[in-house]
């Protein structure tokens, strides 16, 4: 068989060709932009209900309310759940919503501290505190207990579905049952 023909180079004036662009993707080689957040949180809070909570009445039951309070700073929201009458296990299921209510730094420290590699400093002073009374229709109302839950515990953007036992309000007071919170600090401005 004859040999195959030589291979013919043509030369050109321009050099190589330029390799094919490939169409751009958006946001190529640029970094990442992460969203910008919020620097205050609110805080959504359920009094679900409270079981076994301490009888200051004669009949064996109590007519338990709650006071829901944030505090930090200046900033002390205040809230109160409805009385329910003669029950010793109350359902109240009020939503409560404390909007801007919490400095995101007091519950996830401050993010340089993170870079520099050491661990955040978080604010466990800045609290939930949930206060039961029994309403008396004569004289000052009872207190039943007090429950403190500490914000910088729950994180951001997650719900938690707690309970959380009574302590005295004073040393030597007689308490008992605990109260089912859900909770869920958001930095969204549109919580409900």
Not at 1 to 22: F, N
Not at 130 to 137: F, L, Q, R
Request: charged share 35%; net charge positive.
């Amino acid at each position: 068989p004859p040999p195959p023909p030589p291979v013919q180079t043509l030369k050109t004036d321009q050099g190589p060709a330029p390799p094919k662009k490939k169409k751009a993707l958006e946001g190529a080689g640029s970094p990442v932009k992460e969203k910008k957040k919020r620097p205050l949180l609110t805080l959504v809070v359920t009094v679900v209900s409270a079981r076994n909570i301490v009888a200051k009445d004669s009949r064996g039951t109590s007519d338990p309310y709650c006071k829901v309070k944030v505090k930090e700073g200046r900033n002390k929201d205040k809230e109160r759940t409805k009385v329910l009458s003669q029950t010793r296990d109350p359902v109240w299921n009020e939503k409560f919503i404390f909007k801007d209510c919490v400095n995101r730094i007091a519950v996830e420290g401050d993010p340089r501290m993170k870079e520099a590699g050491k661990l955040p400093d978080l604010n466990w002073d800045v609290r939930l505190k949930i206060s039961c009374y029994d309403k008396d229709k004569l004289g000052k109302d009872e207190h039943l207990g007090v429950v403190f839950v500490p914000l910088a515990g729950l994180g951001v953007n997650r719900k938690r579905d707690i309970w959380v036992p009574f302590s005295p309000k004073i040393e030597g007071q007689e308490v008992t049952g605990d109260v089912r919170l859900l909770c869920e600090l958001t930095d969204n401005p549109k919580a409900s």
